[in-house]
Each structure stands twice: as C-alpha cells, then as structure tokens.
C-alpha cells in the first residue's frame, strides 16, 4: 500500500511539474519580441508593434490565463481521486456511547489507548453535473472575449505604429527639404558673392544671402534633430531599443490606397465585419450569456459515483480491508436568492455589452466616412499644394536669372526662396495628412496589420 501511495504522489507531482513547464513555456512564447527587418515598410511596422506591443503581450498573457481558468472548470467534470494514510492513539470514554454495556461501568470507564492505522483511497466521478458543463462553456466563451481583446490591443498598437511611421517619413521628407533650401541658399552667396568681386554687385547683397544661409542651416538642423527624435518615437512604438537602425522604404507622396477600400458602403461593411471592437463586444455578449446559462444550471441536480477503498487496523500485521461505494445525488434546494441575484447581474452585462455593441457600429460607420472625406480632402491638398511647389520653384527660377543677369537685386530671390519653403511644407504636410487619413481609413476598417 505504501508503494502504490508514493508512486501515485510521484505521478500527481510530475503531472503539475510538467503542467507548470507547459504553461511558462506558453507564456514565454507570447512575450517574445518580433524581429525587425532591415527595410521597414508602413505595414511592416503596423504588424511588429502588434506583437512586440507590452500592452499587446498583456493581452495575450490574459488569454493564456483564460484558457488556464477552462482547464480549471474542466477538472468539476473529472474524476477526483484523493489517497490518504494516517497512524493516530485512541482513548475512549463509555459513557460517550450513550448506553451502558455489561461488565463496564455504567458511569464511564477509559477504554485504550489503542493504536489505529488507517490507508486508503477514495474517488469521486461526476455522472451528471449540468452546473460544471455550464461553466465551461461560460469559461470557453471568456477565453473567445480574451482573444477579442487581445486583437483590440494588436490593431491599437499597429495603429499607433503606422502614424509614428507616417511622422518619421515627415520628419525625413521635411530634412531633405530644408537641405535643398540650403544648397539654393549657399548658391546665392556664392551669386553674390561674384558680383561684388566683380564690381556689379553690393555689399547688402552678400550680406542678405548670408543672412539666409544661415537661416536655412538652422532650420537644417532642427529638421535633423526632428527626424532623430521620430525615429526613437518608432522605435518605442515598435518596442525595440531606441537606436535600432531603421530604413523607411516607403514614400510619403505615394498615393496607393488599394490596401484599404474607398467606397464607402463596403469599407462600412468591411468594418463591421473586421473591427476587432466590435469583435470584442460581441464576445463579451456571448461571454454574458454563457455565465447567466452556467449560473442557472447550479439549480439542477448533480449525480456523482463515490468510492473509497482501503485497510486499517490496530497495527501492521492485523489491516483489514473496508470499502463503501454508492451514488451520491445533490439537489440544491435553497441559497438566500443568491442566484437570482447573480442571474440579475449577469443579465445586467448582457444588457450594457448589447448597449456597447450598438455603440461600436454607429462609431465604425461614423469613422469610415470621417476618413473617407479626410483622404478626399488630403488628396486634393496634395493637388494643390503641388501646383504651388510648382509655381514657387518657376519663381525661384525666374528670381535667380534676373539676379544673374543684375537687372535686380537678391532681395526678390530671397523672398521667391521663402516663398519655396513654405510651398514645400505644405507639400510634405499634405502628403502626411494623406497618409494619416489612409491609415485611419485602415484602422477604421480593422484591417492596420494588412497594410502593405
């Protein structure tokens, strides 16, 4: 009997060791970090923030956790076996019988002390327990709403990595463009520069050229620091160390929008089809359902087998075997309204999910269509604004070959200089608003890991 005792504890204990290593191995697996390719595009960061995310790693963990409380409800279904050994010295009092026995005094005597051993294992198999079936499913239903959330999180994270991606193309676009301010800036001098050796110039001349030059280089070096500061802030959105090197391949003036579709009707109908929120509150709907089901199956009858088998005796060499088995019924029959008062809660969640499920839908079509309008709108800028770039660098143009020539001044370059400055910021303004609105698009929709 001790033999079997020891090899059953050593099995209970292998089973929880291994169980343990299963679940740290699991949850290791859901921390690990996505690796960062050398070229990065807008999805490319959309989809590594959505796993290397903490918050998005928290949510899976929460849903290893779910599944972890399945297993948990599972096991009121199982078998239970239980063993048990014990060696204890007894005393008895006669009176304590409640009747006298002949030869005893009838006041009470000590009888003992005797030794007891007892050994034995008893098990308890349910038949019927509609209650623990309910609340497994109820248990399933919660790990579907964890995974829901667990989306949610991702899509945020991806969200928030494609705009942080879009500022970073900004920030570089806006430095390549303040160097070519620099280089038309540093021409200038070198224009005036000549006509004052050549004796066709002014001094004021040089002197205002100079002055722009060093404008532009200053704005040269904030643009610098911008695009520096945009590439740890994707870093951190892509949660990997602050100076990982990233190579952005995708251009801020593309105009493609095949990823995301732009008839309003189907991206509304892709969107309440694809919104991870929407996702989430409908599980969290079924998830209610599911606990009110669970709770009131608790008010049907559970059949259980139980059995115990085992040897005791007043010392090793005289153990005799006992046993008892039998079916065991349990009917509850009254808890204070305890129930009711669980279902009336849980029919309360199911009420404020619906009530938030309706919410999200009216908010998925009020996005679409708000982003819908914002890519129109941004389209069009980039039109615009283009065709003042265009018209800024003709009067540059122009500018520059009535210096050249000496028929004027450089103060009218400099202005025509300012001028294309500020037609380029619009220009890489526009096109972020685009890209911005292209990805709320995406998001709106629920399809930002998606994107190429």
């Known amino acids: 009997m001790k033999g079997k ?12 060791i291994a169980s343990g290593i299963a679940v740290q191995s699991l949850a290791a697996q859901d921390t690990t970090t996505a690796p960062v390719p050398s070229k990065l595009s807008i999805g490319d960061a959309a989809r590594i923030a959505a796993r290397n995310s903490a918050p998005a790693q928290g949510a899976r963990i929460r849903v290893t956790e779910a599944e972890a409380r399945v297993r948990q409800s599972r096991a009121d279904m199982l078998p239970a076996l239980k063993a048990s050994a014990s060696q204890f010295t007894r005393t ?44 497994y499913r109820a248990a399933g239903a919660a790990v579907k709403a ?45 224009v005036a520069q000549a006509q004052l050796d050549a004796g066709t110039g002014i001094a004021l001349d040089v002197t205002r050229a100079q002055a722009q030059l060093a404008s532009t280089r200053a704005g040269l070096i904030n643009s610098r620091a ?12 892509l949660n ?43 599980a969290r709907i079924a998830a209610a359902q599911q606990a009110v089901s669970a709770i009131r199956a608790e008010y049907l009858p559970t059949v259980s087998l139980v059995a115990d088998d085992g040897v005791n005796g007043l010392s090793v ?8 088995y039998g079916l065991q019924i349990s009917v509850p029959v009254l808890d204070g309204l305890r129930r009711s008062g669980r279902i009336q809660e849980q029919q309360g969640l199911v009420r404020e999910a619906q009530v938030q499920q309706q919410d999200i839908r009216q908010q998925a079509a009020a996005d679409v269509s708000t982003a819908i309008l914002d890519l129109h709108a941004a389209e069009q800028q980039v039109q615009a604004t283009r065709e003042q770039l265009r018209l800024a660098e003709q009067e540059v143009s122009q500018a520059r070959e009535r210096f050249r020539a000496g028929v004027a001044g450089n103060a ?21 608003n685009f890209q911005t609105a292209r990805v709320a698009l995406a998001r709106a929709q629920g399809v ?5």
């Open 317 to 324: 060499h005289h153990m005799l075997n006992t046993y008892e």
């Open 412 to 432: 009218d370059v400099i202005t025509a200089l300012l001028g294309l400055t500020t037609a380029r910021t619009s220009v890489i303004d526009a096109q972020t």
């Open 146 to 190: 964890s995974s829901a959330a667990a989306t949610v999180a991702s899509e945020q994270a991806g969200s928030q990595a494609a705009l942080a991606y879009i500022q970073a193309q900004r920030a570089e676009d806006d430095l390549r463009a303040r160097g070519e301010d620099s280089v038309l800036a540093a021409d200038l001098v070198n």
């Open 92 to 135: 008895l009092n006669t009176a304590s019988f409640g009747f006298s026995l002949p030869g005893l005094n009838p006041n009470g005597q000590i009888l003992g002390p005797f030794h007891v051993l007892d050994a034995r294992g008893s098990v308890e198999a349910p038949l019927f327990n509609f209650s623990a079936f309910a609340r």
């Open 226 to 237: 911008a695009r520096d500061r945009t590439l740890i802030a994707l870093a951190r959105a």
């Open 448 to 452: 930002v890991t998606t994107l190429p």
């Open 240 to 282: 990997v160390p602050p100076r990982t090197p990233l190579v952005l391949t995708d251009s801020l003036g593309s105009m493609d929008t095949t990823a995301v579709t732009t008839d309003e009707a189907a991206a509304t109908e892709r969107a309440l089809r694809n919104r991870p929120d929407l996702l989430q509150a409908e």
């Open 5 to 16: 005792f020891t090899t059953c504890m050593a099995l209970v204990l292998s089973l929880g």
